[in-house]
């Protein structure tokens, strides 16, 4: 499976964003879909995820304020209302066949 993300950019704080993930190669293997991010110094951590049956979860600190979705090969994770601490890296991930395969990243930068 490869994964391609894009539509990070440059937001002001309280600006939207809308992120993209594109699958290729053996997608009909996969299962949960996820946003997980990484800021200068910090781990990487899930953001949100969505399974096959569309069941989604999100972290607190973005509850309310992002939504995740899918789309056949497609994921998206809108932003809103963002915030300076939303900076980050952001990478799409997909377990397929109880492996997790990871795309090269989207950076999202909010300025206050």
């Known amino acids: 499976v490869q994964l391609q993300a894009f539509g990070g950019g440059l937001v002001q704080a309280g600006g939207s964003l809308r992120l993209s993930c594109a699958a290729s190669?053996?997608?009909?293997?996969?299962?949960?879909m996820g946003w997980y991010r990484q800021a200068p110094g910090n781990k990487r951590e899930l953001v949100a995820s969505i399974s096959s049956g569309g069941r989604t979860n999100y972290a607190d600190s973005v509850k309310g304020r992002f939504t995740i979705s899918r789309d056949k090969n497609m994921l998206y994770l809108q932003l809103s209302s963002l915030k300076s601490e939303d900076t980050a890296v952001y990478y799409c991930a997909v377990d397929s066949n109880s492996r997790l395969y990871w795309g090269q990243g989207t950076q999202v930068t909010v300025s206050s």
């Open positions: 190669g053996t997608t009909f293997t996969i299962d949960d």
